[in-house]
């Protein structure tokens, strides 16, 4: 994979790339235009943003101002869990559709599962969701649709019911912190896992293990814990409003974690979890 803007083929043929850029708690504004036009510039080519973020708008607009064809970017953006339902996924997806001004979105997600108290209704919350989402990637509006934050016990009875498989679960994944039973069950289905919080919302920089593995390959902790993602299989998408730090995210072709330092990973002690467990957040 010679740079960031390669990626991964999806179930449907569509390639995401396999760094993207988040915007999580980045605000409305022309700093978040800014920041990714340098991050194209760097050769970034996907954007990962949520309707709950508030920054569609100027996501679209950078897109839009960027200078380079539609069809060389990708972007993600996701349904808030207040919008989950059939009718009201539709709305929810016009109403993003209508901040982004774009012609199309690459990768539509649903956000979380509907899970905590709604003890009786998740399963079918979650279907009459998904079958809004087929819907919506029928009607040529997306050329990719999955979930996000979903747990085996949440995917296998959407996709029970699905007509379509999600294409991509987006899901917490870092070292220390690596899920490994949804990803085993994602890669067997063909559903291609994006790595959120790939640097622990940077409290992995300092971590000792890492910096030590990092500093074998004279590369920064940053680089080896996208790299480790990537060794994985697994796309990240790395937040920094910092060129700096942008640049050096997306400078990971030059070296190979070997076996044992992957298994060094692999095998950390939980660390740097963001407490975000989909059962159970109150959101
Ligand atoms: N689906 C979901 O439920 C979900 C949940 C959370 C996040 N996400 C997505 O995943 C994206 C990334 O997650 P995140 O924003 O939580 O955290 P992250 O990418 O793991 O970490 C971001 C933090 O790391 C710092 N950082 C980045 N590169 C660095 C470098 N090279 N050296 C030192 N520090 C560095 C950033 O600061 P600087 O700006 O100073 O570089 C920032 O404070 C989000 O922005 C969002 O798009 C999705």
């Known amino acids: 994979m010679p740079s960031i803007a390669n990626g991964f083929a999806l179930a449907n043929g569509v390639t995401i790339p396999c760094i993207g850029l988040g915007t999580w708690q980045v605000p409305d504004d022309n700093g978040l235009v800014n920041v990714i036009h340098n991050a194209i510039e760097l050769g970034y080519r996907h954007i990962d943003t949520a309707h709950i973020y508030g920054n569609e708008r100027s996501v679209g607009k950078a897109v839009r101002t960027c200078g380079l064809p539609r069809n060389e970017l990708f972007v993600t953006s996701k349904l808030w869990n207040t919008d989950r339902g059939y009718k009201s996924a539709l709305d929810a997806f016009n109403r993003t559709m209508d901040l ?162 992957m298994q060094r990973l692999d095998s950390m002690p939980q660390c740097c979890f963001s407490g975000l467990d989909p059962d159970h957040v109150t959101f």
């Not at 919080?197 to 990092?214: Q, V, Y």
């Open 100 to 261: 982004l001004d774009i012609e199309y979105l690459d990768l539509y997600l649903m956000h979380w599962p509907a899970a905590r108290g709604e003890a009786m209704t998740w399963q079918s919350i979650n279907s009459g969701t998904w079958r809004a989402f087929e819907d919506i990637y029928a009607s040529g509006r997306v050329r990719a649709i999955g979930v996000s934050n979903f747990l085996v016990h949440h995917l296998v009875p959407l996709l029970a019911r699905a007509k379509i498989a999600p294409m991509v679960n987006q899901l917490e994944f870092h070292p220390g912190y690596m899920q490994q039973p949804t990803v085993n069950f994602c890669k067997q289905r063909g559903i291609q896992v994006t790595a959120w919080s790939p640097l622990g919302r940077g409290a992995l920089i300092r971590h000792p293990l890492l910096t030590e593995i990092a500093a074998k390959y004279n590369v920064t902790v940053s680089q080896l814990a996208l790299r480790w993602c990537l060794q994985h299989g697994i796309a990240a998408l790395p937040k920094s409003l910092n060129i700096e730090h942008q640049r050096t995210n997306s400078e990971l072709f030059h070296f190979h974690i070997a076996p044992e330092d």
